[in-house]
């Protein structure tokens, strides 16, 4: 298996409801990644997990979560997002947290 | 301070010529480089990456890129595009902890 599979593909949410991404590997990479991409724009790094431990926050909002419940899965949990957060969520996975390798085809996210 | 540039927001080639897609980074050591594709709606592919070693380095799908330390450039080749190459193109670099994309490339091939 050498993919990254991300659920959902799509996903509509309020702006008082709470999701969660979820992203899955079983490449046995041990650093997982989220990115936002918004619509004609690069990635834009979220959170580093580095054998299952948050390396790296980049500044983002207490609305998203994330959690690594073990090697091979990573969530983004959601919660009272904005507008101005609908995006493309990507997620992707390497060997080690050198920031390259495999992404998966992201979860299309809008908030109303 | 460190980034990555990508100097082309649009090029357009026709079927069977050439490609060159340019991108220059800006930092005090030689970080790990990085060519992305994305078709619309879709995730990020890994074209082909740069270490260390042979600055000519080999891709997917026929790409090659060729790092150039005197000029701060990582840029992306192919001899001969295909319609199927037609797709948005991410430069990237990574150090220390820190990912920077370049804004992108969208590359259209005319028939």
């Known amino acids: 298996d050498t993919e990254v599979t991300q659920t959902p593909k799509h996903l509509v949410m309020g702006m008082t409801n709470k999701k969660s991404l979820k992203c899955e590997q079983h490449?046995?990479?041990?650093?997982m990644y989220w990115y936002k991409q918004k619509a004609k724009k690069p990635p834009e790094l979220m959170f580093v997990y580095s054998y299952e431990k948050l390396s790296i926050n980049e500044s983002v909002p207490s609305r998203f979560s994330p959690e690594c419940p073990n090697s091979s899965l990573l969530n983004l949990h959601l919660h009272a997002l904005q507008p101005e957060d609908s995006a493309l969520y990507l997620c992707a996975s390497s060997q080690d947290p050198t920031a390259w390798g495999t992404f998966g085809s992201g979860t299309r996210l809008t908030v109303v | 301070a460190q980034s990555v540039t990508q100097p082309d927001i649009h090029i357009t080639v026709s079927e069977g010529a050439s490609l060159e897609l340019r991108c220059n980074y800006s930092y005090g050591a030689t970080p790990y480089l990085f060519w992305y594709v994305q078709s619309p709606g879709q995730g990020l592919q890994l074209l082909l990456k740069y270490f260390s070693g042979d600055t000519l380095v080999q891709g997917i799908k026929g790409f090659e890129a060729e790092f150039k330390r005197s000029q701060s450039s990582f840029n992306l080749r192919k001899p001969s595009v295909h319609w199927s190459d037609a797709a948005e193109y991410f430069c990237?670099?990574?150090?220390?902890?820190?990912?920077?994309f370049g804004a992108g490339t969208r590359l259209t091939v005319k028939p």
């Open positions: 490449m046995g990479h041990r650093a």
């Open positions: 990237a670099f990574y150090n220390n902890n820190d990912m920077r």
